[in-house]
């Protein structure tokens, strides 16, 4: 028997994150290499036995196992079919076949333990989006709609990208500035402007959850899921719907089960999860077979009810790097759901709530608009006044728990640097002086922030 986390260090899980490995295999088809990692997978799947740390967590893990092993072989089955068509020319049956198999109750039951809902997430949990000014100064971005979604009548600009279908725009967001810039490989700070995205409290928004944890993170992760499941979760931690835990403690599962099942439910989902993740190898190429599963997938959020978009980690920070802050590498992607009159997606309009977007070198520049003798610390935000209020009005308190939720993560730009507390990187600034912003919807401007 092997123990799991040795399972989770193996090629067929670690290639999702690995740019160099797929980088060697130049000379492999992506469709016989997919097929090759999500075959070697499914059999370690179904034939080996794993330990865990209990003996209680080995024992229900073998119990529940069958069930999710046919899952697992299902959707792989369906997610290579799919892969065939789309690449002998046949978009139109690749998308029934691929929508086909996650309709199916089997896996549409999978999908949907990993998702979170953000009704039940952290108050208000922050996102972020970036633009970067052009050169010629044409392109300005002063107003919210510049910087929301590509405007439906410039859908000619919408290049190919994972979750993006050429022409169909998507609303990009990241959990963290840091990230945003990163996916855009680190342009210059005097060329861009950010903004902060909230969701509406009213809104119920549901998104599927890929690849959020390294597979040597699950475990650890899935004991604090089960343990902790109606406390406030850390930032970025498995979010859970809290009439879960009382439906599992009525239906008598014990938190070793919760794991247990958890562990199941990822593993089962893996094929879709690493289809939609492994690194594009030719960077400049038009077309990049590994953006055909989550275009597809994109597609079927897109007419889905229950569905507005997708969660995944930052491939552009080596692995090395991510443990102490991955929860700040998160990228989430909100395809447009239905044309409007006024140039946006009608439904996103109506979940989110952001500010205005601003220059990062004018935004740094807005510490000044702080007390003289205060910083960007603890102490500080708890003494500093904005306008004639305290720090306990909305906006000082929203500063202030994103202070304290940022000095969870030991923070490094470059593997050179010595590691620092995120809140005290530029990156953490910013973010926590655009939660003393205004919030509107996107066509609102007539505010003054």
């Given at each position: 028997m092997t123990n799991f986390t040795e399972f989770l260090k193996t090629d067929s899980m670690q290639a999702a994150f690995n740019r160099i490995m797929w980088k060697k295999n130049q000379h492999v088809e992506f469709e016989n290499y997919y097929s090759n990692l999500i075959d070697n997978f499914l059999h370690c799947f179904r034939d080996e036995s794993w330990t865990f740390d209990d003996n209680v967590t080995t024992q229900l893990f073998s119990e529940h196992k069958a069930e999710y092993v046919d899952s697992a072989?299902?959707?792989?089955?369906?997610?290579?079919?799919?892969?065939?068509?789309?690449?002998?020319?046949?978009?139109?049956?690749?998308?029934?076949?691929?929508?086909?198999?996650?309709?199916?109750?089997?896996?549409?039951?999978?999908?949907?333990?990993?998702?979170?809902?953000?009704?039940?997430?952290?108050?208000?949990?922050?996102?972020?989006?970036?633009?970067?000014?052009?050169?010629?100064?044409?392109?300005?971005?002063?107003?919210?709609?510049?910087?929301f979604h590509t405007p439906f009548s410039k859908r000619h600009l919408v290049k190919t990208s994972r979750y993006s279908i050429p022409g169909c725009p998507c609303l990009y967001l990241g959990r963290s500035v840091y990230v945003c810039w990163e996916e855009m490989q680190r342009p210059s700070f005097a060329e861009i402007y950010l903004s902060r995205f909230e969701f509406l409290e009213s809104t119920r928004l549901g998104v599927l959850r890929f690849n959020e944890w390294t597979p040597d993170m699950l475990y650890s992760e899935a004991v604090m899921f089960s343990t902790f499941p109606s406390?406030?979760?850390?930032?970025?931690?498995?979010?859970?719907?809290?009439?879960?835990?009382?439906?599992?403690?009525?239906?008598?599962?014990?938190?070793?089960?919760?794991?247990?099942?958890?562990?199941?439910?990822?593993?089962?989902?893996?094929?879709?999860s690493l289809a939609c993740s492994i690194p594009r190898q030719h960077e400049d190429a038009p077309f990049h077979a590994e953006y055909i599963i989550p275009q597809l997938l994109t597609q079927w959020i897109s007419e889905s009810k229950r569905y507005f978009g997708v969660s995944f980690r930052t491939t552009r920070v080596p692995s090395k790097r991510q443990a102490n802050y991955w929860p700040l590498l998160l990228n989430y992607a909100f395809p447009a759901k239905s044309n409007s009159d006024n140039d946006f997606c009608h439904e996103l309009q109506k979940k989110f709530l952001l500010t205005k977007p601003i220059s990062w070198e004018l935004l740094q520049n807005s510490e000044e608009f702080l007390s003289r003798d205060t910083s960007l610390t603890e102490e500080g935000l708890l003494n500093q006044r904005i306008g004639s209020e305290t720090c306990y009005n909305e906006k000082g308190s929203k500063m202030l728990r994103d202070f304290r939720r940022m000095r969870l993560y030991q923070f490094k730009l470059n593997e050179e640097n010595e590691p620092m507390q995120y809140s005290s990187s530029g990156f953490g600034k910013a973010e926590i002086l655009l939660a003393g912003h205004h919030f509107a919807p996107v066509y609102k401007e007539d505010d003054y922030d």
């Open positions: 072989f299902l959707l792989a089955g369906g997610i290579k079919s799919a892969l065939r068509l789309y690449l002998d020319g046949k978009p139109g049956p690749a998308y029934q076949c691929f929508a086909n198999i996650l309709n199916e109750d089997q896996i549409s039951s999978l999908l949907v333990k990993l998702t979170i809902f953000l009704e039940h997430a952290n108050p208000n949990p922050p996102f972020f989006r970036i633009r970067r000014k052009q050169s010629n100064g044409v392109d300005m971005i002063c107003s919210r709609k510049d910087i406390l406030p979760v850390p930032y970025g931690s498995i979010d859970h719907d809290p009439s879960e835990n009382l439906r599992n403690s009525q239906l008598g599962y014990s938190y070793k089960e919760v794991i247990a099942k958890f562990l199941l439910s990822y593993l089962a989902i893996w094929p879709l």
